[in-house]
């Protein structure tokens, strides 16, 4: 097996071929819809990890939302940027990228996570959670399983894979100060032969009134 890819390196080499494959996950789709039912007018929204802008950057934007998506990959950031332009995208790594406390009605996160290490996840949660407005709403999808620097193959290239049962996941949202207020599992179907279906895990949580004291003093 080839030597594995960073982030970075996997999409800017995969570019549009991820879109292609993976087009709009149910997970995803639904993410967003719980994200909209949620949302004030015009609310500040960060998408972490937002790819070619479609399909969360993009219905975000047009129901009228202030959108900056970031993500470790110029090439997905130049994709998004040509698709999405109601949006604003910015190349960074989200692991060292810093905003504002309580700067944003909500966060989403679908995907990002799995070619990080758990410590660098739990310290990024933690930083959503600080970002959050009090009452602000947070959406993750993810692959949960139980593995950490697992080398596989993934759109013909070679990934470390590292994530959570969905128990431990779960837990980790928690602890970073949110409130979960919903899960939900589907089983996905890339549009991709040879790449394998996989479980999806989308977990909705809120930023309370009460935890904004109590994260800003971790």
Not at 126 to 155: C, H, N, Q, S, Y
Not at 193 to 199: F, I, L, R
Request: proline share 6%; glycine share 8%.
């Amino acid at each position: 097996m080839d030597q594995p890819l960073t982030a970075a390196e996997l999409f800017d080499a995969v570019g549009h071929g991820y879109e292609d494959a993976f087009g709009r996950p149910p997970a995803v789709d639904e993410a967003v819809r719980l994200l909209l039912d949620r949302l004030p007018a015009n609310a500040r929204v960060l998408d972490i990890g937002s790819g070619t802008g479609r399909p969360a950057a993009e219905d975000l934007a047009a129901a009228g939302h202030d959108v900056l998506g970031v993500d470790v990959s110029a090439a997905m950031v130049d994709i998004a940027r040509r698709q999405v332009p109601r949006a604003r995208f910015e190349h960074a790594d989200i692991r060292e990228w810093e905003s504002p406390d309580a700067s944003w009605d909500a966060v989403c996160a679908f995907f990002p996570f799995l070619q990080m290490t758990r410590d660098e996840v739990v310290a990024v949660l933690g930083r959503i959670a600080r970002w959050l407005k009090p009452g602000g709403v947070f959406a993750l999808v993810t692959v949960p399983m139980d593995v950490e620097g697992l080398d596989v193959p993934f759109l013909g290239h070679t990934v470390r894979l590292t994530s959570f049962a969905a128990p431990d996941l779960i837990s980790r949202v928690e602890a970073a100060g949110l409130e979960v207020l919903d899960t939900r599992s589907t089983v996905f179907s890339p549009d991709r032969e040879g790449q394998p279906d996989e479980e999806h895990l989308l977990v909705l949580a809120r930023k309370g009134q009460d935890q904004a004291a109590a994260v800003s003093s971790t």
